[in-house]
C-alpha cells in the first residue's frame, strides 16, 4: 500500500520532470533548498548529451537477475568486533552468490558509459534500460530471506542501477524513453528503497557506520530517478547523522574501530557521504557549507593518512592494510569533492595520478561526469543541455 500511494502521487516521467525544472528552478527564489516532487535534479554531467559514433553492432551483457536468497556469508567471518580479518574461504563463498549481482552493477554502469561516453548509440541505452526492466519485472532482490550481508549487496546494487537509469533517463532524447519501462523500474527502485529504508532506520548508535551512509547514497540517487522526496528526506537526515558522529578531530570512530582497516574504511565511509553532500547542493541545499568544518576536516585526515598511512596508525596503534586501496574506484570521491569545492590539501597529485576515475556504485566514469562543474548557475535548465560543455581542467 506504501508504494502504491507514494507511486499515485510523484510525478515521474520525462515531460513532466522537464516541465517542473523549467517552472522551478529558472526561478531562484525558489531554488531554496526545500524538496518538492518532481523537482529533484542530477549534477550537470549527468545531461552530457553523447555524441554517436558509426559502425559496429553493440554486444550487450544481460545479467539473470537475482531472485533468491540474499542471506550471505560476511567476508569477515569469525573475526573479532573490529571486523579487519579476511577469511579467505568465506570471501570465495561471498563471491559465488553474489556474483550475478555484481555483473548486474557492472553490466548498467559499463553500458551507460557505452552510451554517454563512448557514443555507443540506442543499442547501449536499452543494453542499459532492458537489464534494470529485466530485474524489476522479476522483483530481483526484494526476497525476504535476507541477512545484514545481503542487505548491504542489496543497497550498493540499488546506488549502480539508480545511477545507470538516472544518466539515461536525462541524457537520452526523449523519444528514446519508453515510459512504461520506466515505469516498471521507477516502482522497482521504490520497492528496493523501502526495503533499505527499513533496515538501515532507527539502527542503534553503536551500529551506525559506512553501511548506512552507502544507504543514504543508494536511497538518495534513487529518490532523484524516482522523484520522491520521503526517499530523499531520508537519506539527507541519514547524513546529519553521519556528521554528528565525526569527532573533534575529524575522523569518525566506529572507522577507526576497524584497526588495521581504519584508513580503508573511513576512505570508503569518504565516498557516499561525498556523494550525498554534492548531490544535495545541487539540489539547493548545501549541507556542506552547513558541516564544512568537520566534513572538510575530515576529508583532509584522509587524503591526510592516503599520503602516509603511518597518520592512522599513530591514531589506532595498528599498521594500516593498504592493499587495492590506491585504485581510481576508491578515490573516486576525490573527483566530485573537487569539482564541486575546491581541492583539500593533497587531492590534487592523487587525481592526477589515477584518472579517469570509475566507480560503479558512485556512477560510473566519474571523470566524465564531474569534468564540468556538477552545480547548476541560477537559472540553467538541463531541458535539453544543449548549452554545456566539458571543462578544460583535464
Known amino acids: 500500500m506504501r508504494i502504491q500511494q507514494r507511486s499515485e502521487h510523484r510525478q515521474w516521467g520525462r515531460v513532466l520532470l522537464s516541465a517542473a525544472i523549467t517552472a522551478v528552478f529558472g526561478v531562484s527564489s525558489v531554488h531554496a533548498g526545500q524538496c518538492l516532487n518532481g523537482q529533484l535534479r542530477a549534477p550537470v554531467g549527468?545531461?552530457?548529451?553523447?555524441?554517436?559514433?558509426?559502425?559496429?553492432?553493440?554486444?550487450?551483457?544481460?545479467?539473470?537477475?537475482?531472485?533468491?536468497?540474499?542471506?550471505?556469508?560476511?567476508?569477515?567471518?569469525?573475526?573479532?568486533?573490529?571486523?579487519?580479518?579476511?577469511?579467505?574461504?568465506?570471501?570465495?563463498?561471498?563471491?559465488?552468490?553474489?556474483?550475478?549481482?555484481?555483473?548486474?552493477?557492472?553490466?548498467?554502469?559499463?553500458?551507460?558509459?557505452?552510451?554517454?561516453?563512448?557514443?555507443?548509440?540506442?543499442?547501449?541505452?536499452?543494453?542499459?534500460?532492458?537489464?534494470?526492466?529485466?530485474?524489476?519485472?522479476?522483483?530481483?532482490?526484494?526476497?525476504?530471506?535476507?541477512?545484514?550481508?545481503?542487505?548491504?549487496?542489496?543497497?550498493?546494487?540499488?546506488?549502480?542501477?539508480?545511477?545507470?537509469?538516472?544518466?539515461?533517463?536525462?541524457?537520452?532524447?526523449?523519444?528514446?524513453?519508453?515510459?512504461?519501462?520506466?515505469?516498471?523500474?521507477?516502482?522497482?527502485?521504490?520497492?528496493?528503497?523501502?526495503?533499505?529504508?527499513?533496515?538501515?532506520?532507527?539502527?542503534?548508535?553503536?551500529?551506525?557506520?559506512?553501511?548506512?551512509?552507502?544507504?543514504?547514497?543508494?536511497?538518495?540517487?534513487?529518490?532523484?530517478?524516482?522523484?520522491?522526496?520521503?526517499?530523499?528526506?531520508w537519506s539527507l537526515a541519514k547524513f546529519d547523522e553521519a556528521m554528528g558522529q565525526i569527532n573533534e578531530d575529524g575522523y569518525l570512530p566506529k572507522e577507526l574501530s576497524r584497526e588495521t582497516r581504519a584508513l580503508e574504511y573511513m576512505n570508503y565511509a569518504m565516498q557516499p557521504l561525498t556523494m550525498i553532500a554534492l548531490f544535495a547542493e545541487v539540489n539547493g541545499n548545501s549541507v556542506y557549507e552547513r558541516y564544512q568544518d568537520q566534513f572538510t576536516k575530515m576529508a583532509g585526515n584522509v587524503v591526510a593518512g592516503l599520503d602516509d598511512p603511518e597518520r592512522i596508525e599513530d591514531i589506532t596503534g595498528d599498521e594500516q592494510i593498504v592493499d587495492g586501496l590506491y585504485k581510481a574506484w576508491s578515490l573516486a570521491w576525490m573527483e566530485p569533492w573537487q569539482a564541486a569545492w575546491g581541492p583539500v590539501e593533497g587531492m590534487p597529485a592523487f587525481l592526477d595520478e589515477l584518472r579517469p576515475m570509475k566507480s560503479t556504485r558512485l556512477g560510473g566514469d566519474i571523470s566524465y561526469l564531474y569534468g564540468i562543474n556538477p552545480l547548476w548557475p541560477e537559472g540553467a535548465l538541463p531541458d535539453p543541455p544543449s548549452n554545456i560543455t566539458l571543462s578544460k581542467r583535464f
Open 46 to 233: 549527468y545531461y552530457q548529451t553523447p555524441e554517436d559514433k558509426d559502425g559496429g553492432d553493440y554486444d550487450c551483457e544481460r545479467v539473470e537477475p537475482h531472485v533468491g536468497s540474499l542471506s550471505l556469508t560476511s567476508k569477515y567471518k569469525g573475526s573479532d568486533s573490529a571486523r579487519n580479518n579476511l577469511n579467505k574461504q568465506a570471501y570465495e563463498e561471498y563471491k559465488k552468490a553474489t556474483s550475478n549481482v555484481r555483473d548486474f552493477e557492472k553490466a548498467v554502469i559499463a553500458a551507460a558509459d557505452d552510451y554517454q561516453v563512448d557514443g555507443d548509440g540506442p543499442e547501449a541505452l536499452d543494453c542499459v534500460l532492458d537489464n534494470l526492466d529485466a530485474w524489476a519485472s522479476s522483483d530481483a532482490l526484494l526476497t525476504d530471506d535476507i541477512n545484514h550481508v545481503g542487505q548491504a549487496v542489496r543497497k550498493w546494487a540499488l546506488a549502480a542501477a539508480a545511477n545507470a537509469y538516472l544518466r539515461m533517463w536525462t541524457s537520452a532524447p526523449e523519444a528514446a524513453m519508453d515510459l512504461e519501462r520506466a515505469r516498471r523500474i521507477e516502482d522497482w527502485f521504490l520497492r528496493l528503497s523501502d526495503g533499505v529504508r527499513d533496515y538501515y532506520t532507527d539502527r542503534k548508535a553503536k551500529k551506525v557506520n559506512n553501511h548506512d551512509y552507502w544507504a543514504a547514497w543508494a536511497v538518495m540517487s534513487a529518490s532523484v530517478a524516482t522523484q520522491d522526496c520521503d526517499d530523499w528526506n
